[in-house]
């Protein structure tokens, strides 16, 4: 195994408003190691892109809370001043947001958007090396340097997000953020940027925690998966382990699979998970799934819910009860 | 087949008027859809798909071609001429955000197409209709009187079918509904559509960009390209047997979740949508296919039969 550069213990996010308490992520605890990728799935509202958020410090100050530790190459993030949060950003760190169409300052010309972030991590730095660097990753992403002078609005959807990777990339961070990265992008783009970005994995040899809620990107891409559900990861382990349909699964990642229609497969009638997912301010007791769950027993219903392991795998769910052992 | 279509577009043409010339948004597209049968309108963005929606039923005026609705042609009719025909054919909008008035109760949303059809009498008829109608599609009757905002994407989507089914029409375009949705809720909402159809006999056109969606929920697919038709088959068929390099293409570039496919590199298709403004004549797909020759850069491919029901508009295909 190799080294662990980001392990998070315990991680717990509130936001308060209006005196209403949402408690958004419960007691995250995930390792990450140098070169890896890890595919955080779950959908809206499962916590995901406040668990990435956390990571940069880039919550809303006055209205959440952070528990917990964020160890970064063994330092905990949570405890960081804003100047050292700073020089983490973008250089070790760095995220790529969901909408290109939004995330770009649109009165900025995108060479000087990437110059920016170059600019300000490289103190001394001189304008013509500034300049080749941009070049450099530009066409790193696949856009032709020259075009480095237009504005934002002169690319398509597809360009911008390169651009969006462009930046972040800018500073050979050891950790990307990729918040849904392709899911503003028609399927024959996504397919472009995913490719690339893969191409660009190998090159810089980053970590990444690839943010999605399509499980057909995560077999595609990543080397773990984790599954979130209520704020929770309530299934861990590698692709393998996780994608392997012989085995048991936890029922929401079952029936995160059932819900997708696939196209190699012909079936008259998909196998949704009934009902919504649950409020953060008012969490079911128990099990969080357990309202939605087909197997749902009476020991579900209230008090803490066990983990089940094997190695690095986990699961947590009662119905692995009895194979703790295998610990 | 001997019986008449629902609906027949013959020829149909959209084209907006942009200061860089006409955008082709559609372009030359013929249907024929019969009763009980779902079409699902496959492509990107910008291919003209949900134009066509909108051009069937007339929420924009077509620019050339014609519009047949149960035999009748419906091109020239004129808005007053329209309303009853509205009965028949609804649409389902793609985004259930900001396809609801904000300031209406979930009831008025659902009571508006009954009043303004004035089809019961009495304020207690159009409310119990508006019940009835909330429990043909799943929602929970204790939302009666509460506003959009506060519901999620899926109860909100859920009274957007209820709206469009409220004046029990026979005909449905149903404009990406389910794109805006997260998976799980995706599926329960195309459950209920499938359920809905079946129940009473409906006819949809089904848009959508995502082929796993429309293989299954349609009899047959069409594929669209910068407004033109490049392929038309029975479902089966087209997902079987594609035939135009862009049907391919698109099918290769869905993520399949299952890890047996992982590594190997599917092809990726070079470029990007180009321009539907004054498009040059010859394939519009052309300039991204690797197939390309000659005779595809300067000739239009006609839109022909190669087995039977199986439209392609193709050089290549042979």
């Known amino acids: 195994m190799g080294e662990t550069l980001l392990e998070l213990k315990d991680l717990s996010v509130r936001y308060t408003t209006d005196g209403v308490i949402s408690r958004a992520v419960n007691h995250v605890n995930l390792k990450l190691d140098k070169g890896e990728i890890l595919g955080l799935v779950g959908e809206t509202g499962a916590g995901k892109t406040t668990t990435a958020l956390s990571l940069l410090k880039l919550l809303p100050k006055y209205t959440s809370e952070v528990d917990g530790e964020i160890l970064f190459e063994g330092k905990d993030i949570n405890k960081m001043d804003d100047k050292e949060i700073r020089n983490i950003r973008g250089s070790k760190i760095s995220m790529i947001f969901q909408d290109p169409m939004t995330s770009l300052n649109p009165v900025f010309r995108v060479g000087e958007q990437i110059a920016d972030v170059i600019k300000i991590h490289n103190e001394g730095i001189s304008l013509h090396e500034v300049e080749d660097r941009v070049d450099n990753i530009l066409t790193m992403v696949g856009i032709p340097p020259s075009r480095k002078r237009e504005y934002p609005h002169q690319f398509s959807g597809g360009m911008k997000q390169r651009i969006m990777i462009a930046i972040a990339i800018a500073c050979n961070p050891d950790l990307l953020l990729a918040d849904e990265p392709t899911t503003a992008l028609d399927v024959t783009i996504q397919a472009q940027v995913i490719k690339m970005m893969r191409n660009l994995q190998k090159e810089l040899k980053s970590s990444v925690i690839l943010i999605t809620h399509d499980l057909g990107i995560v077999a595609n891409f990543c080397d773990k998966v984790a599954i979130m559900y209520a704020g929770e990861i309530i299934e861990y382990g590698t692709l ?29 009638r998909l196998k949704p998970i009934f009902g919504l997912t649950p409020n953060p301010a008012e969490l079911p007791e128990g099990c969080h799934f357990h309202p939605r769950c087909e197997k749902c027993m009476e020991v579900c219903k209230s008090g803490e819910v066990p983990t089940y392991r094997n190695g690095d795998y986990r699961c947590q769910c009662h119905l692995f009860a009895g194979k703790e052992a295998a610990v | 087949m ?38 699902g309108v496959v492509g990107e963005s910008g291919c003209g798909k949900s134009t066509l929606g909108r051009t069937v039923l007339k929420l924009l005026e077509s620019t050339d071609g014609q519009i047949i609705y149960n035999g009748e042609d419906i091109t020239f009719k004129k808005k007053k001429e329209m309303l009853p025909l509205r009965r028949q054919m609804q649409i389902i909008f793609q985004d259930p955000f900001s396809s609801l008035d904000p300031k209406m109760t979930v009831a008025d949303i659902i009571e508006e197409p009954l009043k303004i059809h004035k089809l019961f009498k009495t304020k207690e008829e159009r409310q119990a209709r508006v019940v009835e109608l909330m429990s043909l599609v799943g929602l929970d009757e204790r939302y009666v009187n509460t506003y959009p905002h506060e519901l999620d994407g899926g109860r909100r989507q859920r009274i957007g079918v209820a709206r469009a089914l ?39 056109i089904f848009i959508t960009h995502d082929l796993s969606v429309v293989k ?36 290769t570039a869905i993520p399949i979740p299952d890890i047996s496919y992982k590594g190997k590199e599917a092809e990726v298709m070079k470029g990007e949508v180009t321009s539907p403004i004054n498009p040059p004549p010859g394939c519009r797909f052309a300039a991204r296919c690797p197939f390309a020759k000659e005779e595809c850069r300067s000739v239009t491919p006609e839109f022909r039969e190669v087995e039977p029901n199986h439209f392609v508009a193709c050089h290549i295909v042979k």
Not at chain 1, 247 to 262: A, D
Not at chain 2, 8 to 19: A, C, N, Q, S, V
Not at chain 2, 172 to 188: G, K, R
Request: hydrophobic content about 40%; charged content about 25%.
């Open chain 2, 2 to 39: 001997s019986e008449t279509p629902l609906l027949e577009t013959i020829h149909l043409k959209k084209y907006f008027d942009t200061p860089a010339g006409p955008l082709h948004a559609v372009d030359d597209v013929n249907i024929k859809l019969y009763k009980g049968k779902t079409l």
């Open chain 2, 216 to 251: 299954h929920i349609s009899d047959d697919i069409m594929v669209l390209y910068l407004g033109k038709m490049a392929e038309m088959a029975p479902s089966d068929m087209l997902f079987d047997n594609p035939l135009h390099p862009y049907t391919k293409a698109l099918l």
């Open chain 2, 166 to 204: 409220a004046l029990n029409p026979e005909f449905i375009v149903c404009d990406e509904p389910v794109s805006a949705l997260d998976v799980s809720i995706q599926a329960q909402i195309l459950n209920l559509m499938m359920d809905l159809k079946d129940q009473l006999g409906l006819t949809y």
């Open chain 1, 240 to 268: 393998e382990e996780l994608f392997d349909k012989s085995k048991p699964h936890h029922p929401y990642t079952e029936g995160l699979f059932g819900s997708i229609p696939n196209i190699q497969e012909k079936t008259s």
